[in-house]
């Protein structure tokens, strides 16, 4: 019954945040329950003063908001954790996080949230309810309104249907991605240009991605490519770990000294063609097309070379 509850809440709480309230058809709809079901739980809710009912709408009261925000903010921030320092696949975030997110103590939480250095943002983009309660807004528009020719960054991906969030996260579509060239096409899809590579975003794709304007300085450089297409005996500058590089793999590559700014050198190639060899700071490291597709490079204003 407490998992349960604890479940309405949060239907709750995203329902007083879009300022529509909820119903026992949207409750029962939202967690595939039987109206009946649906139903008693809302009864129990407002028997424990978590719920009040306005007309035909329930809403959160004070304590049930309080309540709702602590389930939502250990559901996000265990997401953030499997996005950051485990390798879970990003389709399974969500399911771990729903179970976890009923058994973790607050006080465990909080100390969850101080070692990821209290992050605003879950990998979604969804805002993380502060430790005293307070669930930082975020405005952004669908992708689908986004006017053409206008530059767009993502700001916010829904992860379900989770068929639909592996196609775009196998596109390179992430939060923090940025999008150029933007045209919207008559079928509904859109063209735009991804990290200096051209894409078309299906349009199942498109509702559930939400963007903003990017930021002044976030323009990127000229000659902005992957190093999966620098050609051997190439060399440029890294300019970024792609945002949809996360996890143990983007640790790992900063490890390595993949960092903004490393001057990086194509040696050679397998006999298959990946992986292949690449000179970083002094050192011979071997990357496969997969993991050298989320480095983000520039050929541009590349610095001398000392001959000393």
Known sequence: MRIQLEDALKHLLDSDEAERGATVESLAGA????RRRAAEVFGHLRARGLAITLGDAHHLSEDGRAYALQVARTH??????????TSTPAD???????????????AD??????RLSNPRFDPHGDPIPTREGHLPKRLYTSLASWPDQFPACIAHME????????????LGLAPGTRLDEFRQLDDGSISALLEGRPIVIPAAIVPLIHVVEPDEEDNPPQGLGRLSDLPVGGEALVYALAPSCIGQERRRLLDLGVVPGTRIHCEFS?????????????????LRDYQAERILIHTTDLPRQSTG
Do not use: C, M, N
């Open 31 to 34: 967690l595939s329950w039987k």
């Open 270 to 286: 397998s006999p298959f063609g990946s992986p292949r060899s690449y000179d970083i700071r002094g050192a011979l490291i071997a």
């Open 92 to 106: 399974q975030w969500h399911r771990e996080a729903h179970k976890a997110e009923h058994h973790i103590k607050a």
């Open 109 to 114: 939480v909080d100390a969850l949230a101080d």
């Open 76 to 85: 996000r921030l265990y997401e953030t954790w499997l996005a950051r320092e």
């Open 159 to 170: 992860d379900e249907p989770a068929i639909l969030f592996r196609q775009a996260e196998v």
